[in-house]
C-alpha cells in the first residue's frame, strides 16, 4: 500500500542549453576566461571555472528558455482575464468606478486567472525559475561582485526579451538572444580573476558581431 504525498509536487530541471561540442554560453565564458588570462592551474580555478560554465549554461540557460522559448511571464502580462472573484483582495473605502476600485477588480481577476489557469499548468516552470533566479545571484555573487552585477543584467535582458517571441526574422531579432547566450557569458569569464581589460573587451565584442551575423 502506497501513500501520497501531501501537497503538490514540482519538479525541477536544469538543462544545458546545446550539446558539449557546440559554441554556447559556457564555452563562451571559458574562452573569456583565457583571453583574460588564468592566473595558474590551480584546484581553485579549475573550480571556478565550472562554476561560472554552471552559471552561464545550465542556470542562465534554463531562465532564458523559461522566459523567452516558452513564454513563462509573457502569458502573464497576455493573459485573457475571467471575471473577478466576488471576494478577496480589496482596498478600504475603494469606490467601485475610482482607479483603487478597478485595481481591486484587476488584482481579483489576476487571482481567479492564476488559481484556476495558470498555476495548474505552470506552476513547476514558475518554481523552476524561482530556484534558478537564486541560484544563478548566488554562484555569480560568490565568484565575484563583477559576475554577480553581469548576472542581472543578463536576468533583466532575459525578463524583457521574454515579453514577445524571440524571432531572426523580425527588426533587431537575435540581438538580445546573442548578448546574454555570448556577449555577456564571455565577460563574465573576462572578469573572472580580474577587472575588465581593453582586449578582452574588443575580443568579445568582435565575436559577439560575428555571433549575431551568423545567426540571421
Known amino acids: 500500500m502506497t501513500q501520497d504525498p501531501f501537497g503538490q509536487t514540482f519538479i525541477f ?9 557546440s559554441l ?3 564555452w563562451a565564458a571559458v574562452a573569456g576566461a583565457l583571453a583574460a588570462g588564468m592566473p595558474g592551474l590551480t584546484w581553485t580555478h579549475l573550480l571556478q571555472v565550472i562554476g561560472l560554465w ?11 528558455d523559461l522566459a523567452v ?10 493573459a485573457a482575464l475571467p471575471q473577478p472573484a466576488d471576494r478577496g483582495f480589496f482596498l478600504p473605502y475603494a469606490q467601485p468606478d475610482s482607479p483603487a476600485g478597478q485595481l481591486v477588480m484587476l488584482v481579483r481577476r489576476y487571482q481567479v486567472w492564476w488559481q484556476a489557469y495558470y498555476w495548474p499548468e505552470f506552476g513547476g516552470q514558475v518554481v523552476t525559475f524561482g530556484v534558478g533566479l537564486l541560484l544563478g545571484l548566488t554562484i555569480g555573487l560568490v565568484l565575484n561582485l563583477s559576475i554577480f552585477w ?3 543584467i543578463s536576468i533583466s535582458l532575459t525578463l524583457w526579451a521574454g515579453q514577445k517571441a524571440d ?6 531579432g537575435g540581438r538580445l538572444s546573442s548578448i546574454v547566450q555570448l556577449l555577456l557569458p564571455w565577460l563574465m569569464g573576462a572578469t573572472l580573476w580580474s577587472p575588465l581589460s581593453l582586449f578582452p573587451l574588443v575580443l568579445a565584442l568582435c565575436f559577439w558581431i560575428s555571433y549575431l551575423g551568423g545567426l540571421r
Open 13 to 21: 530541471r536544469l538543462s544545458s542549453a546545446r550539446s558539449w561540442l
Open 24 to 26: 554556447g554560453s559556457g
Open 54 to 64: 554552471l552559471l552561464v549554461d545550465p542556470v542562465l540557460g534554463t531562465l532564458w
Open 69 to 78: 522559448q516558452q513564454g513563462l511571464w509573457r502569458r502573464v502580462t497576455q
Open 150 to 152: 553581469l548576472v542581472v
Open 167 to 172: 524571432r531572426l526574422s523580425a527588426h533587431g
